[in-house]
């Protein structure tokens, strides 16, 4: 098991990021974000489900595969508000389309829809995080 302090939900507190099965491609990550009222640690459960995360300016996105030998996959653009997460956009191939959503006001738009693209591991982990840069400076998404 690893674990981590850092302060996820940007509230100047460190939170707790537990990441088990180092071995697995995807760990297993769990977060529990620190209550200064309370001073206490809470789980926020979402986070186990969303698989892989990573940093993005002050927010994250997840990737997570869903089969068709790796074709089929899904990666979310959130932040976390205390103990929260805000989705804010999507992406993803289910195997023959792409799509684009984003949240705008109170709903999901698509704003994007296409054959799913062929690439590498590698390839598709820079195009998503592309994409998402993309996306974060067109729509202000912050």
Known sequence: M???LEDMNRDNHPDVLLLDDPPHRYKSRNLFVFNPESVSL???PEFAQ???T????NLFYSYITCGCAD???ESILFRI???????LARQGCDCY???VSVLLGQENK??????????????KHQSIESKWKGIISSYKIN
């Open 2 to 4: 690893e674990v981590y």
């Open 42 to 44: 809470i789980s926020v």
């Open 50 to 52: 969303l698989g892989a």
């Open 54 to 57: 990573y940093t993005i300016g």
């Open 71 to 73: 074709e089929c996959w």
């Open 81 to 87: 508000d205390s103990t929260k997460i805000v989705n």
């Open 97 to 99: 389309n792409f799509t």
């Open 110 to 123: 698509i704003v994007e829809i296409k054959k799913c693209p062929s690439f590498g591991f590698n390839a």
